[in-house]
Structures are given as C-alpha cells and as structure tokens.
C-alpha cells in the first residue's frame, strides 16, 4: 500500500526495496498439476434420495490450487454441496433430492481433472408397500410404473 501512495518520495521506496531484497518467499511458487488430482468413494458410483453420501477429492501433489465442485440433479437444477479440507485431501458431501442420473464435474484452478466429469445414479428408496402383485392368466408378478419426476421405470 505504502508504494502507489504518491505522498512517499523515492528515498522511501529505495529503502524499503533494499529491505526485502533477500527476503524469502512464503508462498509456495510450485505450479498446480491438475492431473494428479484423484476423486474416489462412495458417492461417487451409487446415492439414495435425501440421504447425505461422500466422496473425497486428493490433491497430494497437485500444488496450490483452488478446488470447484458442481452437482446437477437429473432436471438440471443445482445440488447443494458441503466440502471439508484437511492438509490434502477434501471430503464432499451432498444429499440428492430426486432420483436419476445426477451430473458431476470437478475443475482443479478451473482446469479439468482426470475423471472429474462423471455420472451418479441416485435411486429412491422403496416402499414395500406399495408393491402390488398381480394375478393373471401367466401367474403372479408385479407391475411396471414410471416415475412421476424422471420418467424412469420401477
């Protein structure tokens, strides 16, 4: 703040240049590897409805970077994602509320990871009691219904 005031001569500069000539950088200047970032767990393959599930995102060796996470349900519409960092490693954890193919995409310093695009199915939990068997010429058997939101069939 000190330099683009204009009320500081050029003594002032000078010496508080010479000052931190050979000081030493806090920060590590390492550049960011997106490729080493590693995305696994559960959340990542099968959910339940309004039921929270994670997955963890290890950025061991990735450098310095700035991690996003977005979640789509199957309608387009944002999931709500809560994230915890600890040293390298950052749990994710999201509670979808429809059933369907839910979209994932994770960027590392917004640029792409190795299977940071994927899909997750989220299944809705079953009511066994409304399971209806039917009795017909061929026997018992259950009937095939649509659901209402996604159009899938159950």
């Known amino acids: 703040e000190d330099l683009v005031n204009p009320n500081i001569d050029e003594l002032s500069v000078l010496t508080y240049v010479s000052l931190l000539k050979n000081a030493t950088p ?3 200047l390492v550049p960011s590897d997106p490729l080493k970032v590693r995305i696994y ?6 959910a339940w409805v309004n039921t929270p599930t994670q997955f963890f995102i290890d950025t061991s060796g990735a450098g310095f970077g700035k991690l996003n996470v977005e979640i789509k349900d199957c309608h387009g519409n944002p999931v709500p994602t809560e994230l915890w960092k600890k040293d390298n490693e950052t749990k994710v954890q999201y509670t ?9 995409h994770v960027t590392y310093n917004k640029n792409e990871v190795p299977n940071g695009d994927f899909t997750v199915k989220v299944l809705a939990p079953t009511d066994s009691t409304k399971i209806k068997t039917l009795r017909g010429r061929f026997g018992e058997g259950l009937r095939q219904q649509t659901h209402p939101l996604c159009g899938r069939c159950y």
């Open 26 to 28: 806090t920060i590590d």
């Open 96 to 104: 979808p509320k429809v059933p369907g193919q839910h979209k994932f």
């Open 41 to 46: 767990g559960p959340g990542t393959e099968t």
